[in-house]
């Protein structure tokens, strides 16, 4: 783990918002010169603060107007049925996130379709197919707020 002061905090933040901004601006928002700025992002990054850049899509204007969480409790445990699931799962374009879970299910699956009907073709075509698929739990999302996260 990186110890991390104010400035570090900051340009995290500030990152977070746009993974693009260059040193010589992350430096005039943050009071430090553009090699000063320059050199605390390398820190960050060779210290593995920053995972990667992504692009963060619209859905809505992309033409997929629902999102559906899906809890997905498996028929069969074991270390086969598991890997099987999991290379079946994200090979479906429509899922965004498959995450492994403890507890009521075993994964959490975030799916995203262009209204209803498509969602439904979705499901009983390719999640309800998967191997190992036991009970399927489904929640739609109705809004969404991107918090900022514990260094916010």
Known sequence: M????????????????DALIGAGALG?????????????LKRLREAGVFRG???DLDAQALGF????FLGVKMAAKGRVGVEDFERAVTAIPEVQTVEHLLGAYDYRLRVIARDIADF?????????????VGTV??????SEERLPGPIG
């Open 120 to 132: 439904e073709r979705v499901l009983r075509r390719r999640i309800m197919t998967l191997p190992g």
């Open 65 to 68: 107007g629902v999102t559906v």
């Open 2 to 17: 990186i110890e991390l002061d104010e400035i570090d905090r900051a340009m995290i933040r500030a990152v977070a918002q």
């Open 53 to 55: 850049y992504r692009l």
């Open 28 to 40: 005039r928002q943050l009071g430090l010169s553009q090699p000063a700025a320059w050199r605390r």
């Open 137 to 142: 739990d489904a929640n739609v999302l109705l």
